[in-house]
């Protein structure tokens, strides 16, 4: 694991130690993360390369912040960076996958991203909702229909459950 990942895991351990310091923390960084991606999303065309540090610099945030930004997005960039591995000198390619991205947002349950005005341009009204409801639908259990014990047995023996499967024995 990189210096950088154990900074990072150091820094989220350290804010975790009560509630009040632990909230404070998430609630700074979600507003630099969403400052990020405001900035990322205004022009979405470009892949954005250069060193965790520089990528850091361009968005105002620290290193190892921009390391659990990069985290964070990870999975919805095309080709994802090797995050354990990262230092602050490592090059990192961000060629993100709109629909992935928001569906993601969406999973994570971040509706202050999923939310931002910059989508508007990036993704029509109705594809949005089509990738919230698909995101939603994925993680509804749908259980089946219920046997009553009086109805034919799903084995197809022609019995009735409660003298076929569904005897207790």
Not at 64 to 86: A, Q, R, V
Not at 145 to 159: A, E, F, T, V
């Amino acid at each position: 694991m990189s210096n950088l990942m154990q900074e990072w895991e150091k820094i989220v351990t350290q804010y975790s130690k009560d509630a009040a310091s632990q909230q404070k923390f998430w609630t700074n960084y979600y507003l630099k993360e969403k400052e990020v991606y405001e900035q990322l999303l205004t022009e979405p065309v470009e892949v954005v390369t250069g060193t965790v540090e520089e990528l850091a610099k361009k968005y105002g945030i620290e290193t190892p912040l921009m390391l659990g930004f990069l985290d964070g997005i990870n999975e919805s960039i095309k080709d994802p960076n090797p995050i354990e591995d990262l230092e602050a000198d490592s090059t990192v390619t961000l060629d993100i996958d709109l629909e992935k991205l928001y569906y993601n947002m969406v999973a994570a349950r971040a509706d202050w991203l999923y939310n931002l005005p910059q989508w508007n341009s990036l993704l029509s009204e109705e594809r949005r909702k089509e990738l919230y409801k698909q995101q939603k639908s994925s993680t509804t259990v749908v259980k089946g229909k219920k046997i009553g014990r009086n109805d034919p047995c799903p084995c197809g023996s022609g019995k009735k459950y409660k003298f076929c499967c569904g005897r207790n024995k």
